[in-house]
Structure formats: structure tokens, C-alpha cells
């Protein structure tokens, strides 16, 4: 889905051994991160 101002949201998400998940969201055409339980390599 595309935003008013232009901007995509890519959302990626994988479960964790804890139950939980760690998740990654991708701003495009910017690409930017905000990074939650992945490392950064």
C-alpha cells in the first residue's frame, strides 16, 4: 500500500525460540530501517 506522501511500508517478521518475533520494517523509496531482534550484519 502507498501512502498519501509517496512512501511504501515493507514489513518483515520471522518467530524467534522464545515464542516472540523479531520483526524489520522498510520504508521505501527512502530506505530506511527500524530493526527490532535482528542483528545488524
Known amino acids: 500500500m502507498m501512502y ?3 512512501k511504501v ?3 518483515i517478521e520471522t518467530p524467534d ?3 516472540g518475533f523479531h520483526d524489520a520494517i ?3 523509496p527512502d530506505y530506511t ?3 527490532h ?3 545488524e550484519s
Open 4 to 6: 498519501p506522501d509517496g
Open 9 to 11: 511500508k515493507v514489513y
Open 17 to 19: 525460540e522464545t515464542g
Open 26 to 28: 522498510c520504508w521505501l
Open 33 to 35: 530501517w527500524e530493526v
Open 37 to 39: 531482534g535482528y542483528s
